[in-house]
């Protein structure tokens, strides 16, 4: 007979086993048929350079510019669209993209930006501060409550100075505002007034390419923008488009699958593989991510309520078994930001390995009355992170093992996922017990966001509520600097003892690369096509 341990290893081992055989012949098949390429179409080794295509683990949820903040939006999105600002791909500071400078006035709620000249959106339309105040409204309305709404801080208004001056004001000062508004990609205001169905399926800014057709469940398809602003002076634009004219992503949820399309030359990029996968491609980048994967509890839960049962949950399973024997190498994390973001508390230490201690603080919790045998969903969502399925099943395990015995683990198709993750906790039925396994990024690289975002009363991703962590909070959102840092600090350490989230690890990202494809990923996960560069 085979214990628990032995049985998930052995049908891992075998499902591997069949996919090196079976994935080389899925990719041609799924590819060819799917997009109409062979490899002759390809830029791979000699083929068309003007062509590259792009496997993606997802496909996006929505193609509205409110996405492109989000991991399944932004590689599609970011190249159709821009921002204020972005960042300097190399040193990461933020730089100038579509606004050339930005000041706070001394009234500390407004940022003045000044805009770039002479750029036009895809269909024709000016780019100005008129166009910019409009879209930046829009996504970022009380009405519209797009999921973008998780990145601002105190609500803001844009409102068109003159022709090429911006005013962002805020309720309450925000020191950080520039940074948030490097998330917020600006749409066409023509298309918004006069099309505005279109909105969350043909994208039209101002980017580097255009979109041509999205088939869903097969591709999107982009095409170069002649008239981007960025083909004069490719110094200041971080980038350049002159030799790629059409970029393919396509969805394959399947790391195999994506390995062998960069193997056999059908894509020239395939993001996050395993990392014996991105050894055995052409070229192989890895790096270091803002992304934090965690668990997040449900604390209106009878059982999670209880601060004992979430400690026990943070003790109960190997967060190093997960990082880099799951998920193919990384760092652990005590926090659910990096040590790139202000607020990074570096005295914290990643929750330990501890299934004595986890089974004994279920065992006084069940005497007290608390029901631990109330059920518990351990849930992840597809193509997303990387072999989540095992994790979420690992956890799952070490769950029951401590003694809370009513515990399933379920993957869910995004639309479902994001649904129960964005509900907020005013929504969170007390029974409804998700567990979730999310990756979270802070590419803000400040912890406040993730504070709004995570552990508020009102935050979009939050199932916690403390009005005492509110006033934390609050306080420290009027600070800068060194202030700023110690207050965030603070914060980090007063979540970290309350057990809300369990941080697991800032895992390294793998990319698959064609020969002929030079190419460095970002910090911030950005995929933009400018930045490639082929041979």
């Not at 050894?279 to 059982?303: G, Q």
């Not at 089974?359 to 045998?373: R, S, T």
Request: hydrophobic share 35%.
């Amino acid at each position: 007979m085979l214990n628990t341990h032995q049985e998930r290893f052995f049908r891992t081992h075998i499902r591997w086993r069949l996919a090196s055989y079976i994935a080389p012949v899925l990719a041609l098949f799924l590819f060819a048929s799917g997009c109409g390429m062979t490899n002759s179409d390809s830029s791979s080794g000699g083929g068309d350079l003007s062509k590259i295509a792009i496997a993606l683990p997802e496909e996006p949820r929505s193609l509205a510019s409110w996405n492109a903040y989000s991991n399944d939006g932004h590689p599609v999105l970011r190249n159709v669209q821009e921002a204020l600002l972005n960042r300097d791909p190399k040193t990461n500071e933020l730089v100038g993209e579509l606004a050339t400078d930005w000041q706070q006035l001394p009234d500390k709620k407004t940022w003045r930006f000044t805009l770039r000249r002479g750029v036009t959106f895809h269909d024709g339309s000016p780019f100005n501060a008129e166009a910019a105040a409009f879209g930046l409204n829009y996504v970022l309305s009380r009405e519209n409550s797009f999921p973008m709404r998780t990145f601002i801080g105190p609500e803001p208004i844009a409102k068109a100075v003159d022709e090429y001056t911006l005013d962002v004001t805020t309720e309450t000062p925000d020191p950080i505002l520039p940074t948030r508004l490097y998330f917020v990609t600006i749409p066409s205001m023509k298309q918004l007034k006069e099309d505005p169905n279109s909105y969350d399926s043909k994208p039209i800014g101002t980017g580097p390419y255009k979109f041509v057709a999205w088939n869903r469940g097969r591709d999107i398809q982009l095409e170069v923008n002649d008239q981007w602003w960025g083909r004069k002076d490719a110094a200041d634009a971080k980038g350049s488009n002159e030799k790629i004219k059409k970029v393919t992503f396509v969805f394959r949820p399947e790391t195999e699958v994506r390995a062998s399309m960069v193997k056999t030359g059908e894509a020239q990029i395939a993001r996050w593989l395993t990392s014996p996968q991105c050894e055995e491609s052409p070229k192989c980048e890895k790096t270091p991510t803002v992304e934090t994967v965690i668990l997040r509890l449900d604390t209106p839960h009878p059982a999670l309520k209880d601060i004992r049962v979430r400690e026990a949950i943070a003790l109960s399973f190997d967060k190093s078994q997960i990082i880099n024997n799951i998920m193919g190498g990384g760092e652990l994390a005590a926090q659910i930001v990096g040590p790139s973001a202000l607020g990074f508390n570096k005295s914290l230490k990643p929750y330990p390995y501890d299934p004595a201690r986890a089974k004994q603080l279920i065992a006084e919790a069940k005497a007290d009355g608390v029901p631990v045998d109330a059920p518990l969903t351990v849930a992840a969502r597809e193509g997303f992170i990387l072999r989540a399925d095992e994790s979420i099943q690992l956890i799952a395990e070490s769950l029951r093992a401590i003694g809370l015995t009513n515990v399933k683990s379920e993957m869910r198709e995004t639309a479902k996922f994001e649904q129960a993750w964005t509900a907020g906790y005013q929504n969170i039925p007390p029974n409804r017990g998700l567990i979730g396994l999310q990756q979270h990024g802070n590419e803000l690289m400040d912890f406040s966001s993730s504070i709004a975002s995570y552990y508020s009363c009102t935050g979009a991703t939050s199932a916690y509520c403390d009005p005492e962590l509110d006033k934390m909070t609050a306080a420290a959102d009027q600070l800068s600097g060194e202030q700023r840092d110690a207050a965030l600090q603070n914060i980090a350490k007063y979540v970290y003892d309350r057990y809300i989230t369990v941080p697991i690890g800032q895992p390294n990202f793998y990319f698959g690369m064609a020969k002929n494809i030079d190419w460095k990923p970002r910090l911030d996960g950005f995929l933009l096509v400018k930045e490639i560069k082929v041979s």
